[in-house]
């Protein structure tokens, strides 16, 4: 059963939703719980409302002890409900328990049981990860987690699952194999793999990427990084497919500071995984980006010692502008990409937000931005690069208005609410409405004097007066 979105919601439910975003945010836990309730009554599909719910009540419940420590009747009505298939009743049932206790084995359990019951198994995987924040080192619901992971095909979060058991018990020899086990499923099926005669050959191929890793993290000289290079390039030209190979080579060029290299075997191990590994084209990015800021402070320092009137000068600080350019055009593409390829995660519509109008595209930042204000986690900031693309479109009127409901829902005067009424002051400003703007002036004024140039701006309005 697919999960639902705020776009599937009811006027009314969606209209408690926004709400009670506003609510988390002000830490009003205990108005943004009631508000969520009905919101998962007439959508339990909506995992992104259970999330926020669940943060809520942690919040609400921090010093308390649970009410349902041990067996109860509350259990044995949710078995009931199970039994009877009333998967939703039992899911209502489950979030009776958890609103007194989140971390309630009980009602997580529930919840697991009544969401696999319907198919929903990111939110049953919700409920597992609950519980696992609730006793960080109960291996019994990591290994059930693990198992879940690999059921839905993630072989990759099963793999950092099965890690963190074995760091918690090392003679867990279970935890040992699966985690070979659900690394080789993913080397599989990220690609790579598929030349392996049989099951054995995975593992071994598998054990033996992680004997080079280990080598790796010995390499200390020069000399003997030059020999392990030497020693997998020949084996790679054996083994053209094996990505894990790929990476290590990389890696040690990376080890060497030889970052032209190392991208350069990151591109080809990304290129045997077929552009499915997030990892690989994070590394490849982020060295692209280290190169630029190598190249950059290099020809920063060589303008402060040769000064701005030397002839080269001019070209060097060029050079610096076509640098800086390529950086924010990276930080562009990369931030689309992810977007693109995780089109629901809204931290991720944020940020290419934020690189759209970073870069002055303020008609393509908006939608981005708009959705973005549904997770609770960057609303406000989402809310203040809102307010800076309708400034930059000059559409001034709408601009007030997001700095103002942004402003309005941060009760503290903090570096946020600083920084989204001094930005309402700078529009009010340029509207032309100079009451409006020194009032949001003084307001910041009253608590930090220091800030940008809000004391100049507030003092000489009496001066003028």
């Not at 809520?56 to 949710?78: C, D, H, R, W, Y």
């Not at 291996?139 to 095909?153: F, M, N, Q």
């Not at 094996?242 to 350069?264: F, P, S, T, V």
Request: charged fraction near 30%; proline fraction near 3%; hydrophobic fraction near 40%.
């Amino acid at each position: 059963m697919a999960l639902k979105t705020d776009k599937d919601l009811s006027e009314n439910a969606r209209g408690l939703w926004l709400k009670a975003l506003s609510a988390v945010e002000l830490r009003n836990y205990g108005y943004a719980v009631s508000l969520l309730q009905p919101v998962l009554k007439e959508a339990p599909e909506f995992l992104d409302a259970r999330k926020v719910l669940r943060k809520a009540e942690v919040q609400l419940n921090k010093g308390k002890k649970s009410l349902f420590g041990g067996i109860s009747t509350s259990g044995m009505k949710g078995n009931q409900l199970l039994k009877k298939g009333d998967a939703f009743g039992a899911m209502e049932h489950a979030e009776e328990i958890l609103q007194a206790d989140p971390f309630s084995p009980q009602g997580n359990h529930l919840l697991k049981d009544a969401a696999l019951k319907i198919e929903q198994y990111e939110t049953a995987v919700f409920a597992l990860q609950t519980l696992a924040e609730g006793d960080p080192k109960d291996t019994k619901v990591l290994h059930e987690l693990g198992e879940l992971y690999l059921k839905i095909g993630q072989p990759d979060k099963a793999v950092n699952v099965y890690t963190k058991i074995v760091e918690i018990n090392p003679a867990d020899l279970i935890a040992v194999k699966r985690s070979k086990d659900a690394a080789a499923t993913n080397s599989m099926k990220s690609g790579g793999w598929e030349t392996a005669k049989d099951y054995r050959d995975l593992i071994k191929n598998k054990e033996e990427a992680v004997s080079l890793e280990q080598k790796n993290r010995v390499v200390k000289s020069e000399e003997m990084i030059d020999q392990q290079l030497a020693e997998m390039t020949e084996q790679a030209q054996r083994e053209p497919e094996n990505i894990d190979l790929a990476r290590r080579i990389a890696g040690l060029y990376e080890q060497k500071l030889d970052i032209e290299n190392a991208i350069a075997w990151y591109n080809f191990a990304n290129e045997l995984a077929k552009g499915t590994d997030n990892w690989l084209l994070r590394k490849v990015s982020d060295l692209q980006l280290k190169q630029i800021e190598v190249a950059v402070k290099e020809r920063e320092e060589w303008l402060a010692v040769a000064g701005d009137d030397h002839e080269e000068s001019p070209r060097i600080r060029q050079e610096i502008e076509d640098y800086k350019a390529q950086r924010n055009s990276m930080l562009l593409d990369e931030a689309r990409k992810r977007v693109e390829r995780n089109p629901t995660d809204l931290q991720f519509r944020y940020e290419y937000g934020e690189q759209l109008m970073n870069s002055g595209h303020f008609n393509e930042a908006v939608p981005e931005l708009q959705k973005a204000r549904n997770n609770p986690n960057v609303r406000l900031k989402a809310m203040s690069l809102l307010g800076q693309c309708y400034t930059g479109k000059g559409m001034l009127d709408l601009a007030v208005k997001q700095f103002s409901d942004a402003a309005a829902e941060i009760l503290a005067m903090d570096v946020t609410k600083k920084d989204i009424l001094y930005k309402l002051g700078l529009v009010y400003d340029r509207m032309g409405q100079k009451d409006k703007a020194l009032d949001c002036f003084k307001q910041i004024y009253e608590v930090d004097y220091g800030y940008e140039d809000v004391a100049q701006r507030v003092e000489s309005s009496y001066s003028a007066s």
